[in-house]
């Protein structure tokens, strides 16, 4: 079957949530994609940070299809002998206690919310049905009822009430605000170490710490939502600790499972996680032999292939590249490790253009919040596919100044 074919029965038959790139994928292998044309691509992407390993990495396959021999669910109903490890790995690899299996980062934010709500009024004495939670405005965590009930962004939320009350909105690095927002019955400040999705905005310096510092203070939780850039996507294991921050709360996804299995989780200690009594949660899949067996490799993949160590290096290499981008249509590069935006001008005319553009050429990136192309290879990309990857940067941007300028843009694109 032709692209055409597939991206016209994606059209015809799923609710219409995403605007992809009309590249159809069929198989892919470490830090490379092919669609179904034959053509090759360097993933930049990642499917949002979940494919830190690299595609296909022969160890989780490995490790999948085995556990696929023996058993793949059991239920919380019983005990698996998966799933004992994979907590323990988990938890001492972090250093936290405990730790509660999901399946999708939305679900374990949510588990997040209701941990902290618990600890507020059981630990903290708020009263019954008052807890507040601080989040950042821009933020991401996920689409559920309650987590789009503390979205800042509209569109997130049209149509979607009645919303789930109970949350406050900060701007994200503003200080005085966080410390204005907090009342008695706060119960927690939930954050993303770096903000992914609305354009990789990296705190400024001290922020999380001070945010640290007051909720000790004030006696609330931190919630660290690591969905995307913790286990090693930002140069360490998790974001958190490039400003030596604690979380209470550490909510991990995407790259837990190497992108095989959906497999979510949260980490705290036990005066927080041991709140939670049998009935307070639950999931049917959450914690199953399956996904606990590729979360240990995909852990174990993490450490001995240095893949947190590789990620500060190669993310380094790429951002020194992209600095030196001399192009009137580069507004800024920023990130950490290998979670890179470079965000284009106004001129420029949005940042799909440039990922349209990039795909031609044999990069996957897609554009986030309009005006960012998110640069998120494997973590397991080389000095060569680095500098690779500039090259064809260095490229599109000389390519879409010349057309430009031979053709001055029109107002549509403008817009768009
Ligand atoms: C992707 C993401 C989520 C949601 O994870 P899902 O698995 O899509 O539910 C939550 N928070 C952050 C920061 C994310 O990047």
Redesign the pocket.
């Known amino acids: 079957m032709s692209t055409e074919k597939y991206v016209e029965l994606e059209n015809t038959y799923i609710g219409n949530i995403y605007h992809p790139l009309d590249v159809v994928i069929e198989r892919a292998e470490g830090v490379w994609m092919y669609d179904v044309e034959g053509k090759r691509y360097l993933d930049c992407l990642s499917a949002?940070s979940a494919v830190s390993q690299g595609h296909c990495h022969p160890r989780l396959v490995n490790a999948l299809v085995q556990q696929a021999q023996h058993v793949t669910l059991s239920s919380r109903a019983f005990r698996s002998d998966q799933l004992g490890p994979f907590s323990q790995q988990l938890c001492q690899m972090l250093g936290y206690d405990m730790m509660l299996p999901l399946n999708?980062?939305?679900?374990a934010?949510e588990a997040a919310v209701k941990l902290a709500r618990k600890w507020g009024y059981e630990v903290k004495g708020v009263p019954d049905d008052q807890a507040e939670i601080i989040v950042c405005c821009g933020n991401?965590?996920?689409?559920t009822t309650t987590i789009i009930s503390f979205s800042s962004e509209p569109k997130y939320r049209k149509h979607f009430g009645p919303l789930t009350p109970g949350f406050k909105f900060v701007t994200f690095g503003d200080m005085d605000a966080l410390v204005d927002a907090v009342t008695p019955n706060t119960v927690a400040f939930l954050v993303?170490p770096i903000q992914?999705?609305n354009g990789i905005n990296v705190p400024p310096d001290g922020y999380l710490k001070f945010a640290e510092t007051l909720c000790r203070r004030e006696k609330m939780l931190l919630i660290a939502?690591e969905?995307?850039v913790g286990l090693g996507r930002t140069g360490k294991m998790l974001a958190s600790q490039h400003d030596n921050v604690r979380p209470d709360i550490v909510v991990l996804?995407?790259a837990l499972s190497g992108g095989l299995y959906?497999v979510?989780a949260i980490l705290a200690d036990r005066p927080v996680m041991g709140l939670f009594n049998p009935g307070d949660h639950g999931s049917t899949f959450g914690g199953n032999p399956l996904g606990s067996a590729v979360a240990r490799e995909a852990l174990n993949v993490l450490v001995d292939e240095k893949l947190v160590e590789n990620s500060a290096l190669q993310g380094k290499r790429l951002m020194e590249r992209l600095r030196r981008l001399e192009s009137p249509y580069v507004k800024e590069v920023r990130g950490r490790g290998l979670l890179v935006g470079l965000e284009v001008t106004h001129e420029a005319g949005g940042a799909r253009r440039f990922c349209e553009a990039l795909a031609e050429r044999g990069v996957l990136c897609k554009e986030t919040h309009g005006t960012v192309i998110r640069f998120a290879p494997p973590l397991v990309v080389t000095s060569e596919q680095i500098d690779w990857l500039a090259e064809q940067v260095e490229a599109v941007f000389t390519q879409i100044e010349a057309q430009d300028q031979a053709q001055p843009m029109g107002m549509e694109q403008a817009i768009a």
Do not use: C, L, T, W
Request: net charge negative; glycine share 20%; hydrophobic share 20%.
């Open positions: 949002y999708s980062g939305a679900e934010v991401f965590h996920g689409r993303e992914g999705e939502d969905i995307q996804g995407k959906p979510s």
